[in-house]
């Protein structure tokens, strides 16, 4: 299988006064195509951190990052933005939705930066409400919707581009379980149905069991040193 993401000695070091603070420490981790990867660990150990860079909303001080292909640890924030928009939907713990737009608006939020028609920015948002299950509640404002639908709707969101890498950072953190459950399924099927490759952090040790595989970070990198495909080299 060939890999996905690969980072190695990934840095990231802010600096507040004269103190710096390294939530990655030289990380050393490689992805395959079609992995459901789950990110354990304690507060504070960088699992966010680490997201964020995947997904290039932020860039690592030091050491390579490869995704999909491209070297996004080098790339500038203008192209980091458009190269984003394509390649990685996030899914967030409190959903972030826009609380003025409906359902559908949410949805159909990151394909402005896409060159598509009306028409087309049509279909891929119906597209991805339906594959969600909640096509039904297109109409409904955020505020409208329970904490499951809100998922959903983030869900859809975070698919509509149809990107290789799912990111989700505590997806079920605020759900009950019957939502949390329905939220993982989806999870799953996207995975093993879609081919996306899902990185996961979760504080939950149920959700881990619709991972492919566990991880654990501490300090800023690996537990145990670097793991290649499941397997601790
Ligand atoms: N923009 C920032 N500026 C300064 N420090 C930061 C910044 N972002 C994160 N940190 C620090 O980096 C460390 C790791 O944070 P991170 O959010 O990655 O942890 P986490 O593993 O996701 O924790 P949690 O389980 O609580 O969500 C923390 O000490 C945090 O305060
Ligand atoms: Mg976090």
């Known amino acids: 299988m060939s890999v996905l993401i690969e980072c190695r000695g990934l840095t990231r070091e802010y600096r507040k006064g004269g103190q710096v603070i390294r939530p990655l420490d030289g990380l050393d981790l490689a992805v395959p195509r079609g992995d459901f990867l789950a990110l354990m660990g304690p507060s504070g150990s960088g699992k966010t951190t680490l997201l964020n860079l995947i997904a290039g909303i932020d860039s690592p001080t030091r050491g390579e990052l490869i995704v999909d292909g491209a070297d996004i640890g080098t790339l500038s924030r203008r192209r980091l933005a458009a190269w984003r928009a394509r390649h990685v939907g996030y899914v967030f713990q409190l ?7 409906t359902a559908y608006e949410n949805v159909e939020l990151p394909l402005l930066l896409h060159p598509l028609t009306r028409r087309q920015k049509h279909d891929r948002v119906v597209t991805a409400l339906e594959r969600v299950g909640i096509a039904d509640r297109r109409g409904h404002f955020p505020s409208q919707l329970s904490g499951g639908q809100e998922q959903r709707v983030a869900i859809a969101r975070a698919i509509v581009t149809d990107p290789a890498v799912i990111v989700a950072d505590e ?29 996961m952090v979760t504080h939950d040790p149920k959700t881990t069991e619709y991972a492919s595989r566990t991880l654990h970070l501490e300090e800023g990198r690996l537990a145990g040193g670097s793991a290649v495909g499941g397997v601790m080299a």
């Open 95 to 101: 959903y972030n939705l826009v609380p003025v737009l």
């Open 171 to 199: 997806p079920t953190g605020d759900l009950d379980k019957a939502s949390a459950r329905a939220v993982m399924e989806l999870l799953r099927e996207l995975n093993r149905e879609s081919g996306k490759t899902v990185i």
